[in-house]
């Protein structure tokens, strides 16, 4: 079955925070899910030898043809998600417009968890800043 926390979690801390118990703690494992996701939107194509296709394309990439290549940066970071985040399933992107940040972009992520008998939804917004930098908010 998934784990709760991401390899380099469980390597950080071995003991963890708390005592094993067969309940699900899905805050817990959402935190976990957004932190490993923002590590994978701030990687960049081809930075990773072991895994070249690991993250996303640079801003420059973007903006070169944007704004067409706002729908292959929607479908790029639904395959990354589906392909290097497995607690999540069903994962959905939609650009989301926005006044607040001229130069930013941003994107609506919906998913099921994978690891809930429900599969409960999840969904949270990313922005892209100028700079590339992806944050995410749940």
Known sequence: MFQ????????????????????EDTTAQLRSILRNLERILNARVGQAPAQMDFGIPSPSEIAQGYPESLTTMQKTIRQC????EPRLRDVQVMQIESDDYRLAVRFQVTARLATTREGRQVSFDTMMDPSGHVNLNA
């Open 81 to 84: 998600i589906e392909r290097y």
């Open 4 to 23: 709760k926390r991401t390899l380099f979690e469980r390597l950080k801390n071995p003991e963890g925070t708390a005592a094993r118990t067969l309940e």
